[in-house]
């Protein structure tokens, strides 16, 4: 058989050189390898075979490492001319021990289109050298004739001498032989293999065999070390994108985070609502508001070394304006008080009119067009828990609005009294207020859900105790502690009429003298008045209802009084010609009187 690899024939030996050959173990069953063929002709053919005329060209078989001595690269005996005469010598294979066997080793095969024209050019191997040899007597040549074995194939299988088998271990460092031109001898025809081999590429010509490792246990053809394979395109794109996926979260969080603390990178801009309707229900406190503001005043006074701020508001188109006593009363003349309206319009003002017991006062603006009067309400018709307004300049903060509800009515307050003599008290039945009220808010309006003017904000309970008016009275700590006192606007009404018309008002009394020292409850008329006189006046309202000296008084119209004070403010409380319903307690004994109000000139 033939797998490919040159045909080899044994040759005799001698013994000594056949003992020095190693026997090689057999060989696996079934290995195919190393089979020895008939020998072949001079020409290159086996005895038998037809001629070629021209032998196509195939796949190359690998040549012995160490040629025969008198064996020429085409495969024809070269031996040197000999006698005719003598015998041809036998041919010894000899092998040097100095010479390492030489092999050529290929690259891993490239997939390379196959030309049938073009069959692949493989190159030829330098010849090993061939150790010298005595030359032989000259004889001549005989005619060729065809060679027959010497022995008997090897059944065994056993390779060739030279050629290493399965069991050789590598060789050291294999150096690739020089490219040997190609013979001009046709190569033989190979016999058929039944293993078939990959096909060997032609080497680059003028270019150096790449150094490659042999390995005696690779598979046919591989000899040589595979190319390095090409990473995944597909691969380098996932671990591309996750390194850019990377990057891009680290960055992005950092920016974040900057943004979060820092408040981004730009112009900070803060959100803010539309521009919508800015109208208001006329009922609430911005309703109220937009309405009186700008019928109150602000108003300064000057006179006998002292200055004062106050609040006003309009009664009618006329310019008068109604406001406290207490805040007009250091005025000298009318030179020295002045009007300022909420659009900042200020004017010269003169007083009309004033009532220290009433603590009101008018005072008149002319020249100034476009006034708005308050309208009016109605202090009887008021509830406590209703909602009021107040408006005035608290420490001179013109159109200062504050809000709260009416926290009780019908309260008998007094104020002033700096005289001594008690003519500068002011007695009223007020109505209390938890709106905020301030000195400088004496003589605003307080006013209902309606914009309308129910009190005239006047007196404020301080922290020290004490009532006091706005500019501070008797106040020890001036100052709003939710405890407002305004004058009902009834009462305001009628006196500011009086004043506007007369410039005097009136004041309804009963015609008695009060003991103001009794520490009992209820009003007691005194034994005597104050200067001496009898304290019951005759052919007045009390001596006509048969009032007597001594008598406690407990009640008007059914509500209890305590003391002389709130005994006169329930009776300035009604107008002159008003009818009372007394209580009194005379000898242990409770009576009950009518009488009619008479009037007297105020102050």
Request: glycine share 14%; aromatic share 2%.
């Given at each position: 058989?033939?797998?490919?690899?040159?045909?080899?024939?044994s040759?005799?030996?001698?013994?000594?050189?056949?003992?020095?050959?190693?026997?090689?173990?057999?060989?696996?069953?079934?290995?195919?390898?190393?089979?020895?063929?008939?020998?072949?002709?001079?020409?290159?053919?086996?005895?038998?075979?037809?001629?070629?005329?021209?032998?196509?060209?195939?796949?190359?078989a690998?040549?012995?490492?160490?040629?025969?001595?008198?064996t020429?690269?085409?495969?024809?005996?070269?031996?040197?001319?000999?006698?005719?005469?003598?015998?041809?010598?036998?041919?010894?294979?000899t092998?040097?021990?100095?010479?390492?066997?030489?092999?050529?080793?290929?690259?891993?095969?490239?997939?390379?289109?196959?030309?049938?024209?073009?069959?692949?050019?493989?190159?030829?191997?330098?010849?090993?050298?061939?150790?010298?040899?005595?030359?032989a007597p000259?004889?001549?040549?005989?005619a060729?004739?065809?060679?027959?074995?010497l022995?008997?194939?090897?059944?065994?299988?056993?390779?060739?001498?030279?050629?290493?088998?399965?069991?050789?271990?590598?060789?050291?460092?294999?150096?690739?032989?020089a490219?040997?031109?190609?013979?001009?001898?046709?190569?033989?025809?190979?016999?058929?293999?039944?293993?078939p081999?990959?096909?060997?590429?032609?080497?680059?010509?003028?270019?150096?065999?790449?150094?490659?490792?042999?390995?005696?246990?690779?598979?046919?053809g591989?000899?040589a070390?595979?190319?390095?394979?090409?990473?995944?395109?597909?691969?380098?794109a996932?671990?591309?994108?996750?390194?850019?996926?990377?990057?891009?979260?680290?960055?992005?969080?950092?920016?974040?985070?900057?943004?979060?603390?820092?408040?981004?990178?730009?112009?900070?801009?803060?959100?803010?609502?539309e521009?919508?309707?800015?109208?208001?229900?006329?009922?609430?406190?911005?309703?109220i508001?937009?309405?009186?503001?700008?019928?109150?005043?602000?108003?300064?006074?000057?006179?006998?070394?002292s200055?004062?701020?106050?609040?006003?508001?309009?009664?009618?188109?006329?310019?008068?304006?109604?406001?406290?006593?207490?805040?007009?009363?250091?005025?000298?003349?009318?030179?020295?008080?002045?009007?300022?309206?909420?659009?900042?319009?200020?004017?010269?003002?003169?007083?009309?009119?004033?009532?220290?017991?009433?603590?009101?006062?008018?005072?008149?603006?002319?020249?100034v067009?476009?006034?708005?009067?308050?309208?009016?309400?109605?202090?009887?018709?008021?509830?406590?828990?209703?909602?009021?307004?107040?408006?005035?300049?608290?420490?001179?903060?013109?159109?200062?609005?504050?809000?709260?509800?009416?926290?009780?009515?019908?309260?008998?307050?007094?104020a002033?009294?700096e005289?001594?003599?008690?003519?500068?008290?002011?007695?009223?039945?007020?109505?209390?207020t938890?709106?905020?009220?301030?000195?400088?808010?004496?003589?605003?309006?307080?006013?209902?859900?309606k914009?309308?003017?129910?009190?005239?904000?006047s007196?404020?309970?301080?922290?020290?105790g004490?009532?006091?008016?706005?500019?501070?009275?008797?106040?020890?700590?001036?100052?709003?502690?939710g405890?407002?006192?305004?004058?009902?606007?009834?009462?305001?009404?009628?006196?500011?009429?009086?004043?506007?018309?007369?410039?005097?008002?009136?004041?309804?009394?009963?015609?008695?003298?009060?003991?103001?020292?009794?520490?009992?409850?209820?009003?007691?008329?005194?034994?005597?008045?104050?200067?001496?006189?009898?304290?019951?006046?005759?052919?007045?309202?009390?001596?006509?209802?048969?009032?007597?000296?001594?008598?406690?008084?407990?009640?008007?119209?059914?509500?209890?009084?305590?003391?002389?004070?709130?005994?006169?403010?329930?009776?300035?409380?009604?107008?002159?010609?008003?009818?009372?319903?007394?209580?009194?307690?005379?000898?242990?004994?409770?009576?009950?009187?009518?009488?009619?109000?008479?009037?007297?000139q105020?102050?």
């Amino acid at each position: 058989m033939n797998n490919g690899k040159s045909n080899w024939w044994s040759r005799p030996s001698s013994t000594p050189e056949a003992a020095r050959i190693p026997t090689p173990p057999p060989a696996d069953e079934g290995d195919g390898d190393f089979p020895l063929p008939a020998p072949r002709s001079s020409s290159g053919q086996e005895p038998g075979e037809p001629t070629d005329p021209a032998p196509a060209p195939g796949p190359r078989a690998p040549e012995p490492l160490a040629a025969e001595p008198g064996t020429s690269d085409s495969g024809q005996s070269a031996a040197a001319p000999v006698p005719e005469a003598a015998p041809a010598p036998a041919v010894e294979l000899t092998k040097s021990a100095a010479e390492p066997a030489i092999e050529l080793t290929k690259t891993a095969p490239e997939p390379v289109a196959e030309s049938a024209a073009a069959p692949p050019v493989e190159p030829t191997p330098a010849p090993a050298p061939v150790p010298a040899e005595t030359p032989a007597p000259e004889a001549p040549v005989p005619a060729p004739q065809a060679r027959q074995p010497l022995h008997t194939p090897d059944e065994y299988r056993t390779p060739p001498y030279g050629e290493p088998g399965p069991w050789a271990p590598a060789p050291p460092v294999q150096r690739p032989p020089a490219a040997v031109p190609p013979q001009g001898h046709p190569h033989p025809h190979p016999h058929p293999q039944p293993h078939p081999q990959p096909p060997v590429h032609p080497q680059p010509q003028g270019g150096a065999t790449p150094w490659v490792q042999y390995d005696p246990w690779s598979a046919p053809g591989t000899g040589a070390p595979p190319l390095p394979a090409k990473k995944s395109r597909k691969g380098l794109a996932i671990a591309a994108a996750l390194a850019f996926a990377l990057v891009t979260g680290v960055i992005g969080g950092g920016i974040g985070a900057y943004v979060e603390r820092n408040g981004g990178l730009t112009t900070v801009e803060l959100p803010q609502a539309e521009g919508g309707d800015t109208g208001r229900a006329p009922d609430s406190v911005a309703g109220i508001a937009a309405s009186a503001l700008p019928g109150v005043v602000t108003l300064h006074v000057r006179g006998n070394g002292s200055s004062g701020t106050g609040t006003g508001f309009v009664l009618d188109t006329k310019g008068h304006i109604l406001t406290n006593n207490h805040v007009v009363d250091g005025a000298a003349s009318s030179e020295d008080i002045s009007v300022t309206f909420s659009s900042g319009e200020t004017a010269r003002a003169k007083l009309i009119g004033k009532d220290t017991g009433y603590d009101l006062a008018v005072v008149q603006v002319t020249g100034v067009s476009g006034l708005k009067a308050l309208p009016l309400g109605n202090s009887d018709n008021v509830r406590v828990g209703d909602p009021v307004v107040a408006i005035g300049a608290p420490f001179d903060l013109s159109n200062t609005v504050t809000s709260g509800i009416i926290s009780a009515k019908e309260r008998p307050i007094t104020a002033g009294g700096e005289k001594g003599d008690g003519s500068d008290i002011s007695y009223v039945d007020a109505l209390q207020t938890d709106a905020p009220i301030n000195p400088g808010n004496s003589g605003g309006p307080l006013l209902d859900s309606k914009a309308r003017v129910i009190g005239i904000n006047s007196a404020i309970r301080a922290a020290g105790g004490g009532s006091g008016e706005g500019e501070g009275g008797s106040a020890s700590q001036p100052g709003s502690i939710g405890l407002g006192f305004a004058i009902p606007i009834n009462q305001g009404k009628r006196v500011a009429e009086e004043l506007i018309n007369t410039g005097k008002a009136t004041h309804p009394v009963i015609g008695v003298s009060l003991d103001m020292q009794f520490n009992g409850d209820g009003a007691r008329v005194g034994e005597k008045g104050k200067d001496g006189s009898a304290s019951v006046t005759a052919g007045g309202p009390a001596a006509k209802a048969g009032l007597r000296p001594g008598d406690v008084i407990t009640k008007v119209d059914g509500q209890r009084v305590h003391n002389g004070e709130e005994l006169i403010v329930k009776i300035r409380a009604h107008r002159p010609g008003d009818k009372l319903e007394l209580t009194l307690s005379r000898d242990g004994k409770e009576l009950t009187k009518t009488l009619t109000l008479g009037s007297s000139q105020g102050t």
